[in-house]
């Protein structure tokens, strides 16, 4: 018997990085899968975002473990969209037990304008956190069965580190820092119905997000998965190693959505090889 038999986990940015590895992982210990992502790019952000195609291979990988799977194409900034798909794959798997509420983006476009940049990050990564929150949320009430949410935040949700004060690199602090408190609120407003609530906070991650062209030219175009030199101070891990690995967040966001972690809620548990303690 896995760890989550029978259960529905809905995963946001489920097309690839972290999110199918949630995905996957989750379904190989014995969940059905809700996988929703936007499937298309966005003009502000420097680096191409999850295609149809990269969602199709989640569902693909997911049904090989020999679970079931419902894929569709949101954007976790249209809550009416998202309430929408939410609602869909509840009622085909039989409703929602773990949310994790994944989707994020990371670097912007250096000639993106920075009012947009700004907004971007924060409707993306804070205000599609809630929305995903707010559709699953009361599915999970209604149902009566208790369950866990685990939102993604940043390790730079947790330290002034990070902004430089640009419209892209601010926006990401600031809506990092605000999935903290949307954590942080949500657990105080589900415990009572058996719904716990925590977020996982990651230094940089071996996924596309920050192995791409653009991130990479920030850092003098050199290998970001070397372990010397590191990036930057402000980026910089404690123990030697320049990235985690996605499995390592997987690993975390799983122990904290199953039952071993039952009496755990309200936690921003850092994934970040010691970046935090530097």
Not at 20 to 46: F, K, M, Q, T, Y
Not at 105 to 126: E, K, S
Not at 233 to 239: C, G, I, P, R, T
């Given at each position: 018997?896995?760890?989550?038999?029978?259960?529905?986990?809905?995963?946001?940015?489920?097309?690839?990085?972290?999110?199918?590895?949630?995905?996957?992982?989750?379904?190989?210990?014995?969940?059905?899968?809700?996988?929703?992502?936007?499937?298309?790019?966005?003009?502000?952000?420097?680096?191409?975002?999850?295609?149809?195609?990269?969602?199709?291979?989640?569902?693909?990988?997911v049904a090989e473990q020999g679970r079931r799977v419902v894929a569709a194409?949101?954007?976790?900034?249209?809550?009416?969209?998202?309430?929408?798909?939410?609602?869909?794959?509840?009622?085909?798997?039989?409703?929602?037990?773990?949310?994790?509420?994944?989707?994020?983006?990371?670097?912007?476009?250096?000639?993106?304008?920075?009012?947009?940049?700004?907004?971007?990050?924060?409707?993306?990564?804070?205000?599609?956190v809630w929305n995903t929150v707010q559709a699953a949320a009361p599915l999970?009430?209604?149902?009566?069965?208790?369950?866990?949410?685990?939102?993604?935040?940043?390790?730079?949700?947790?330290?002034?580190?990070?902004?430089?004060?640009?419209?892209?690199?601010?926006?990401?602090?600031?809506?990092?820092?605000?999935?903290?408190?949307?954590?942080?609120?949500?657990?105080?407003?589900?415990?009572?119905?058996?719904?716990?609530?925590?977020?996982?906070?990651?230094?940089?991650?071996?996924?596309?997000?920050?192995?791409?062209?653009?991130?990479?030219?920030?850092?003098?175009?050199?290998?970001?998965?070397?372990?010397?030199?590191?990036?930057?101070?402000?980026?910089?891990?404690?123990?030697?190693?320049?990235?985690?690995?996605?499995?390592?967040?997987?690993?975390?966001?799983?122990?904290?959505a199953s039952a071993e972690a039952r009496y755990v809620t309200g936690v921003?548990?850092?994934?970040?090889?010691?970046?935090?303690?530097?």
């Open positions: 018997m896995g760890r989550f038999t029978d259960k529905i986990v809905l995963v946001t940015g489920a097309g690839r990085g972290q999110g199918r590895s949630h995905a996957v992982r989750l379904a190989g210990e014995g969940a059905d899968v809700i996988a929703l992502d936007i499937c298309h790019d966005i003009d502000s952000v420097a680096y191409d975002l999850a295609t149809p195609a990269d969602l199709a291979e989640t569902a693909r990988l194409e949101v954007d976790v900034r249209d809550a009416d969209a998202l309430v929408r798909a939410v609602a869909d794959g509840a009622r085909r798997l039989g409703g929602v037990d773990v949310v994790l509420a994944n989707a994020g983006i990371g670097y912007m476009d250096a000639a993106a304008d920075p009012r947009r940049a700004f907004r971007d990050q924060l409707d993306v990564n804070l205000v599609g999970m009430i209604e149902q009566g069965r208790g369950g866990a949410i685990v939102l993604t935040s940043s390790a730079f949700g947790l330290t002034g580190r990070g902004g430089d004060g640009t419209g892209g690199a601010d926006g990401y602090v600031a809506s990092k820092h605000g999935v903290v408190g949307l954590m942080r609120t949500f657990a105080t407003w589900l415990a009572p119905h058996g719904i716990r609530v925590n977020c996982v906070n990651p230094s940089g991650v071996a996924t596309r997000m920050v192995l791409n062209p653009a991130v990479e030219a920030l850092f003098g175009g050199g290998d970001l998965t070397e372990l010397n030199p590191k990036p930057t101070d402000d980026v910089a891990n404690l123990l030697d190693v320049a990235l985690v690995d996605v499995e390592d967040v997987t690993a975390a966001v799983a122990f904290l921003a548990l850092p994934v970040d090889a010691g970046m935090l303690v530097r």
